[in-house]
Each structure stands twice: as structure tokens, then as C-alpha cells.
């Protein structure tokens, strides 16, 4: 049984001397121009149990915005065993950066644990207010969790009906169910059944990019 666990650049004056500039200047000044996208979430988001965060879905979404030629870089936030509690606490820290486009992977540790739908709400929609104090043309993407039925009817359509409520009063774009195609497929997820394998992680990838790519012209 599956659970899910877990915003320019500047034009130079000295356009005609770009001959004179080094490669290396010039690839950091491509690079400084590049938005940022931050994924914020759990294990799904580090890429728990996989043998490289380069396997994780943030990165291989990237490789689908570098393919495309894209002005984004992204930045895994993940961190494992993280509820929507301890995300509330550290994103303050994560926005002294600039975000353009802020992915939300959080609530399935919350599920696990048992934590009352309303105080992940709470949690999540806190989250989502500082991101929008700091930075408010910053694009913003929610990824949808489900838990299991052994939680209980009330609990598991409880929970589950958070991200579309959440998206939907804070205008964000919604990925329904992050694990579509992958939770509960043993073939696809690690030993723990939880944890998607590193092929597993391509069909997350793809669910992810669906939305993204639409959010960021992709």
C-alpha cells in the first residue's frame, strides 16, 4: 500500500563588444539571466533511495526546460521526512533567494502521521502567503498527495481534496495526484513501496511537466 511521502537578467551596454567577452563571463552572465524555479517538498522531491539526486523529478524536469532551451534553472529544496510544519519553518530561509516559479510537495508525511487535515491547511496556506508576501509574480504550482485507505474514508477524502481547494483559492496550477502512473506499482517503487525507482521518477517527471510546462511556456 502506497503513501504519498513527500521565483533576469540585465542587458549589458556594451552589446558591441561582446566579441572581447570571455566564454566563461558569458556563460555566467546566460546563467544570471536564467529564472529560478524552487521545488519545495519531501523525499519525493530529494529523491529518496535513489542512487543520485539526478535521478529525482526536479532534475529531470530541468532536463526537460534545458531541451527546450528555457530561461529556468531549478533548485531542489527537498528534504526527507519533511511535514508541512517543518516546511512552514524553513522556507523563510529558502526566499532570500529570489523564486519565480515555486512548486508546493508537501502534506503526505502529514497524512502518514495522522496530522488533522486542518492544520495541514494551515500549515500549507502559510507557506504559500510568504512565498506571495516576497515575491508576488512569483508562479505557483501545487502538487497533489493522496494517502491510503486504511486511513479512514473521511480522512483519506479529507486529505486528498486539500491541493484542489488550496490551488483553486490561491490561483495556483495543480498537479491532481504527483504519483500517477507510479503509487502502488510495485515495479515502479523502491522496496519501501512508497518511494518511486528511478524509472518510476520519469513517469513523475512527466506529471509534473504536464502542468509546468504550460506555466512556463515550455
Not at 25 to 53: C, E, P, Q, R
Not at 103 to 127: C, F, H, M, S, V
Not at 167 to 193: I, R, S, T
Amino acid at each position: 500500500m502506497v503513501l504519498l511521502a513527500a521565483c533576469g537578467g540585465k542587458k549589458s551596454n556594451e552589446a558591441n563588444t561582446a566579441d572581447n567577452t570571455s566564454p566563461k563571463l558569458a556563460d555566467t552572465t546566460l546563467a544570471s539571466a536564467k529564472k529560478t524555479i524552487l521545488f519545495f517538498g519531501n523525499s519525493l522531491t530529494a529523491g529518496y533511495g535513489l542512487d543520485d539526486v539526478s535521478q529525482a523529478f526536479p532534475a529531470l524536469v530541468q532536463n526537460k526546460i534545458d531541451s527546450l532551451k528555457l530561461p529556468y534553472k531549478s533548485i531542489n529544496a527537498g528534504n526527507s521526512g519533511e511535514t508541512s510544519s517543518g516546511g512552514n519553518g524553513r522556507i523563510d530561509w529558502l526566499l532570500k533567494q529570489r523564486v519565480d516559479v515555486f512548486i508546493l510537495e508537501l502534506g503526505a508525511n502529514d497524512g502518514l502521521r495522522g496530522i488533522p487535515i486542518k492544520e495541514t491547511i494551515k500549515n500549507l496556506q502559510a507557506i504559500v502567503d510568504k512565498v506571495k508576501a516576497k515575491y508576488p509574480d512569483c508562479k505557483l504550482v501545487m502538487l497533489g498527495m493522496q494517502v491510503p485507505p486504511n486511513m479512514g474514508p473521511d480522512y483519506v477524502n479529507g486529505f486528498k481534496a486539500i491541493f484542489p481547494q488550496l490551488a483553486a483559492k490561491n490561483n495556483m496550477a495543480l498537479v491532481p495526484f504527483l504519483l500517477d502512473g507510479v503509487g502502488g506499482n510495485p515495479a515502479l517503487n523502491q522496496a519501501d513501496g512508497i518511494h518511486p525507482t528511478a524509472e518510476g521518477a520519469k513517469i513523475v517527471a512527466d506529471n509534473v511537466w504536464k502542468v509546468l510546462k504550460e506555466v512556463i511556456g515550455g
